[in-house]
């Protein structure tokens, strides 16, 4: 009788592991069949995976890394703030986390935020170029007119106009792939932009990489 109870009992607990095995097998199909979801642009269907699988804390660090990429494409910056803090939580040193979400605060124009992230993976050119932002509004905008026209000062090849960068009157190029306000270095000294190094980057016209140095601008002025 002794041995039918101990038999009976290994059975039990046989028939437990087996299940637990296939709910694993199961959440991790479900993982993968996100990330391919993910992969191919489809992120209302990827968000349903992911938002379901975030409450399980053996796929919550990639549940909610993936959450907050989708809510930053969206620009739903607080939910993927939200999403990405919990992902650090789980993973205190994930750099991947931390780019997303300095991605986050760059677009906020939490600059300061971003400042210590860039830290942590090692970029320390952007980490005292946003640092020193304290106490500034990264792209404030003033006037006293709701609209102002620019003259053109030549369209061919490029569309140039004029304008003051820190005072100083300049011309530029308007690319709208610019990310960011690039600038002459002989500009950034004439004008006493401030300059924290220098980082090489890929991503150029051509797939080439370049060089480029780091600075902030006080104000530029058009019209």
Do not use: W
């Amino acid at each position: 009788m002794r041995f039918a109870t101990i038999l009976g009992v290994s059975i039990l607990f046989m028939g437990a592991s087996c299940r637990l095995m296939a709910d694993d097998a199961a959440r991790k199909a479900s993982l993968k069949a996100a990330e391919e979801l993910f992969r191919e642009g489809k992120f209302e269907e990827a968000e349903y995976r992911f938002a379901a699988l975030e409450k399980d804390v053996s796929f919550r660090y990639e549940s909610a890394l993936y959450l907050g990429a989708i809510a930053l494409y969206r620009n739903d910056l607080d939910t993927a703030e939200r999403h990405l803090q919990e992902a650090l939580k789980v993973v205190p040193d994930s750099k991947q986390v931390k780019r997303v979400l300095i991605n986050v605060y760059y677009r906020g124009d939490k600059f300061t935020q971003a400042a210590p992230l860039y830290h942590a993976i090692g970029d320390e050119t952007a980490s005292k170029k946003f640092e020193s932002f304290k106490g500034l509004k990264p792209y404030d905008i003033s006037g006293n007119t709701d609209a102002t026209h620019i003259r053109f000062v030549t369209t061919d090849p490029l569309p140039l106009i004029e304008a003051k960068l820190n005072g100083k009157a300049v011309n530029f190029v308007i690319d709208t792939g610019a990310a960011e306000l690039y600038i002459d270095p002989d500009i950034a000294k004439r004008a006493k932009v401030p300059q924290f190094g220098s980082v090489t980057r890929k991503g150029y016209a051509g797939g080439l990489k370049a060089t480029t140095g780091q600075g902030r601008v006080n104000s530029v002025v058009l019209g």
